[in-house]
């Protein structure tokens, strides 16, 4: 199929549309005729993720316009695309990108993308913004966010897609779990980009006084959606060694950590007061009773009314 040409600045032009999504790369986006439909739209900590589907009513020709990327922007396309046509900071060039192919684009660039609409449909968008990239790039200050068209890569698409299923999920994960996934995306991009450089030397797990100030920080903020950045910066350490290091002296990675010190509150609260199950939810940083449950059935076998009523029998 012949490549689309640019739409003539001078020539009869279709309507130029906006979306208003919520994600500011996307909603800066001028596109031409038609709008694309836009679902699964998560917009949590650092981290925005969306599928991007044809219309049911889209012409052939498809092309957009977007003047600056305000977020750092990694599309995954899940059908192969034998023409995709990119003006990038005002270089043009054709790319073919393979089934569930990558491409990403760094805030700084602005493009022209060209091509049908059927080729378009199933594309997956993850959004960082520049202070996760930063928070997880800190021990690399040099390190920026590559730009390449029509990358494959196992490890890749496995992280994108347990932060679609995370987005997908019945309630919103929790800001450790978020921000660990968006500070592995970061991490494993410029290893596939070849740009991982630069990078302090894993040393191994945490230090006492590291594990002690970590683990007593969760403690504290039980109730609280404390980020990986946050308790990396009470280590003194970048997120990704961080984390690392944390599982290693721990056991756990620090969000399976904090879910394990809540379960454990919630059944100190269970068997010690009269705290409605909601309540205690509340108390020990879940935002609805219903996940509460479901990692009770998962931990305990039960739910906590369940649990309530053996242990105090």
């Known amino acids: 199929m012949a490549i ?10 279709v309507p130029v549309r906006q979306l208003n999504t919520g994600a500011p790369a ?24 969306l599928t991007m589907r ?41 790319h073919a990108i393979p089934p569930r192919g990558f491409v990403a684009v760094p805030t700084e660039a602005d493009t022209v ?9 199933l594309l997956q968008h993850i959004h960082i913004d520049e202070p996760l990239f930063r928070a997880a790039t800190v021990d690399r200050p040099q390190a920026r966010f590559p730009s390449f068209f029509g990358v494959s890569d196992a490890r890749l698409l496995q992280i994108v897609e347990v932060a679609v299923a995370l987005g997908e999920a019945e309630a919103m994960p929790g800001r450790l779990v978020w921000e660990s996934c968006g500070v592995l995306l970061v991490h494993h991009l410029l290893r596939v980009a070849g740009t991982d450089r630069g990078r302090v030397a894993a040393r191994g797990g945490l230090a006492g006084w590291q594990i002690r100030r970590t683990t007593d920080y969760v403690a504290a903020h039980l109730a609280e959606n404390i980020g990986l950045t946050e308790l990396a910066a009470i280590a003194g350490l970048s997120p990704f060694h961080f984390a690392r290091a944390f599982k ?7 969000h399976r950590y904090q879910t394990r010190r809540r379960i454990e509150r919630a059944c100190e609260l269970l068997a010690t007061t009269e705290m409605p199950v909601i309540d205690v939810a509340a108390a020990v940083g879940f935002e609805a009773p219903q996940t509460l449950t479901r990692l009770f059935r998962r931990e305990l076998g039960m739910t906590p009314s369940a649990y309530r009523r053996d242990v105090r029998r």
């Open 4 to 13: 689309p040409d640019a739409i003539d600045a001078h020539a009869t032009r």
């Open 26 to 49: 996307m909603d800066a986006a001028l596109w031409h005729g038609v709008l694309p439909e836009i679902t699964n739209f998560v917009r949590g900590p650092g981290l925005t993720t």
């Open 54 to 94: 044809t219309p049911h009513d889209a012409p052939v020709r498809h092309e957009v316009e977007v003047p600056q990327h305000l977020e750092h922007a990694l599309l995954m396309f899940r059908r192969p695309i034998p023409h995709l046509d990119v003006t990038l900071s005002g270089t043009r060039r054709t």
């Open 113 to 121: 993308w060209r091509t049908t609409w059927p080729e378009v449909d």
């Open 248 to 254: 290693q002296s721990v056991g756990d990675p620090p």
